[in-house]
């Protein structure tokens, strides 16, 4: 047997392996959870006072696009009683971890990661955050899904991980 043909054998071999591996997988049911958010949104609610800012009325619209059937992403834009907000946010499912993941930026330099579940319609989303001067907050996010178009949704926070305040409440509904 010739070496050209042994090499030519070797590389069909390597080639099919390499082809075999890079299938890539297939979105899961969690995955497909995350298309309920997909869509136009128009969002209104009540912010407390706080650390966050000054409490109030807010209103706003948030888009969200399913990306290669596994994140969603959202772009949003609103007003506050502490003026204009924009923002961006990813959600996923980890596989490893069991948990869904979000990450979010908006136009204040505070950039927030959460961990979440899905379970009865209801998204629960905890995490911790770092303010300015090293004083850290932890926040629970949850969103009820009251039918395929409605939302509602309510953020509590803690400065000490006991003692919860409601700092926001609202509506999201499927425009």
Same mark, same amino acid.
């Given at each position: 047997? @010739? ?16 082809? !075999?591996? +890079? ?23 009540? *912010?407390?006072?706080?650390?966050? #800012?000054? &409490?109030?009325?807010?209103? $706003?619209?948030? @888009?969200?696009?399913?990306?290669? #059937? ?7 834009? &609103?007003?506050?009683?502490? #003026? =204009?907000?924009? &923002?961006?946010?990813? *959600? ?11 990450? !979010? ?10 961990? /979440? ?9 905890? @995490?911790?955050?770092?303010? +300015? /001067? &090293?004083?850290?907050?932890? %926040? ?6 009251? @039918? =395929? ?8 926070? %803690?400065?000490? $991980? ?6 926001? %409440?609202?509506? %999201?509904?499927?425009?």
């Amino acid at each position: 047997m @010739s070496k050209a043909l042994i090499t030519a054998g070797f590389t069909v071999l390597i080639t099919a392996a390499a082809a !075999a591996q +890079s299938v890539l997988p297939k979105p899961t049911p969690e995955h497909a959870n995350l298309g309920r958010f997909v869509g136009t949104w128009k969002m209104e609610g009540t *912010m407390q006072p706080g650390p966050m #800012g000054p &409490g109030g009325p807010f209103n $706003g619209t948030e @888009s969200c696009r399913m990306f290669e #059937g596994f994140h969603i992403i959202c772009d949003t834009e &609103g007003a506050t009683a502490a #003026g =204009p907000m924009k &923002g961006h946010m990813m *959600m996923t499912w980890d596989a490893a971890a069991k948990k869904y993941r979000y990450f !979010a930026v908006n136009n204040t330099p505070i950039a927030e990661m959460a961990e /979440g579940t899905f379970e009865n319609n209801i998204w629960t989303w905890k @995490s911790e955050m770092d303010l +300015s /001067g &090293g004083k850290k907050i932890w %926040s629970t996010f949850t969103i009820t899904e009251t @039918s =395929p178009t409605l939302h509602t949704f309510e953020w509590k926070m %803690s400065e000490d $991980g006991k003692k919860w305040t409601t700092m926001m %409440s609202g509506k %999201s509904t499927k425009q």
